[in-house]
């Protein structure tokens, strides 16, 4: 079965980075297009970032432009978020997301992101 966990979370400083990572089985993980989220407390889930299959085109939600960068290596089934100059409203539960090709959805159980003083 499909199976996604995150690492890499913790608490950091404003203006401090963290990269994230998740390791990603139970599908060809080289197929599939792949995603961040995250949730901060009391609001939606938000996209943060999407890149190919192949790894060859990403997308960033605005507020992540030129803060984030979203990665893979398909050798190794990991998918990477490298955050930097990160504020405190970067605060939250980061998700990384596969879809099937029937349109359901599956998520790890997410890390968690600090950023405050």
Not at 73 to 97: F, G, H, I, R
Request: proline share 3%; glycine share 10%.
């Amino acid at each position: 079965q499909v199976q996604l966990v995150e690492s890499g979370g913790g608490l950091v400083q404003p203006g401090g980075s963290l990269r994230l990572s998740c390791a990603a089985s139970g599908f060809t993980f080289s197929r599939y297009a792949m995603r961040w989220y995250r949730q901060a407390p009391g609001k939606e889930r938000e996209l943060v970032a999407t890149i190919t299959a192949t790894g060859d085109s990403t997308n960033y939600a605005d507020a992540m432009k030129g803060r984030f960068t979203i990665s893979r290596d398909n050798a190794k089934n990991t998918l990477y978020l490298q955050m930097n100059s990160l504020k405190p409203e970067d605060t939250a539960v980061y998700y990384c997301n596969v879809d099937n090709p029937f349109g359901e959805a599956y998520w790890g159980r997410g890390t968690q992101v600090t950023v405050s003083s």
